[in-house]
């Protein structure tokens, strides 16, 4: 009898450890990631009557909300800025976190048959829908310019930090989306806690009021916050306030590493699930 001959075969098992990790996955699929942030783009204001408005009215209309029932009725004070400017100054940042936590956290489920056909880095999915709000925060950006020049009030030598405190509003946005966006694949009722959360975050974060109304050290301690040392340093940069954020922006970039670092372990951990369940 004629013996059969197979193929050699590659078994492919999970790695352990740091090993699993596998973080330079990300930059040899760079090209992907860059397609799925423009499919992302793309497909956000496809068939919208307003297009990209949405990314100017959503931190708008709020800043609007708040300047009458804060800075108007309850006089909220505002560090010595029009108020206006002050809570808009918040909201561009706080409009990418929010969208991008919203974005994110469906995203695996919403590309479950990209998942379950071809291999590629799972994390290059959430990444991509975080990635994505950048054009929406460029767009609201425009707008808080045109109302400094308008108000008169300029960035001081600060605002050279300003990429950082962005960047530092990224990680948070993709720590905390990474533990959300994987724990949707498993508990489809995530997606509905969703809203309850980015509301009660809202107001957990000093953009309808500034974090000089505590004293220390607990305004230091509202620091665990990460999006509290997003807010403050961008009204610093931008606005120039007095109160400079200090001990702040340290203690929340300790605690969005932490979220970014315990989000990327849990989301290679419970990967190799995503196919079977989504």
């Not at 609007?64 to 009725?73: A, E, P, Q, W, Y």
């Not at 290059?124 to 707008?143: E, H, K, N, Q, T």
């Not at 990429?163 to 993709?174: D, E, K, R, S, V």
């Not at 807010?231 to 954020?245: H, I, K, M, N, Y």
């Amino acid at each position: 009898m004629e013996q059969r001959v197979l193929p050699p075969a590659t078994v492919i098992k999970p790695s352990k450890g740091w090993v699993s990790l596998r973080l330079s996955d990300i930059w040899e699929y760079h090209e992907l990631l860059y397609f799925l942030t423009w499919r992302d783009v793309k497909v956000r204001y496809k068939q919208t009557a307003l297009g990209a408005l949405w990314a100017i009215i959503q931190p708008f209309f709020t800043m609007i909300v708040f300047s009458l029932f804060f800075g108007r009725l309850a006089k909220i004070p505002s560090d010595g800025v029009p108020y206006p400017l002050f809570a808009y100054a918040a909201l561009v940042p706080w409009a990418f976190f929010a969208n991008g936590l919203s974005q994110s956290s469906n995203s695996l489920v919403g590309s479950a048959n990209l998942i379950t056909k071809v291999y590629f880095p799972r994390l290059i999915i959430p990444i991509s829908s975080i990635l994505s709000g950048l054009i929406d925060f460029a767009i609201a950006f425009l707008v808080f310019i045109c109302m400094s020049l308008y108000y008169g009030i300029y960035p001081t030598l600060a605002v050279v930090l300003l990429p950082f405190f962005l960047l530092l509003g990224l990680i948070t946005a993709l720590g905390v989306g990474l533990w959300l966006s994987a724990l949707n694949v498993r508990f489809r009722d995530v997606r509905y806690i969703i809203p309850f959360l980015t509301q009660f975050w809202l107001f957990a974060t000093p953009i309808a009021y500034p974090s000089s109304l505590l004293s220390e050290p607990w305004r230091t301690l509202y620091g665990i916050n990460p999006m509290v040392g997003v807010v403050e340093g961008f009204r610093w940069a931008l606005l120039g306030v007095d109160t400079a954020p200090g001990a702040i922006i340290f203690v929340s970039a300790l605690v969005a590493t932490g979220l970014l670092v315990s989000g990327i372990f849990y989301f290679k951990r419970v990967e190799k699930f995503f196919a079977d369940i989504i």
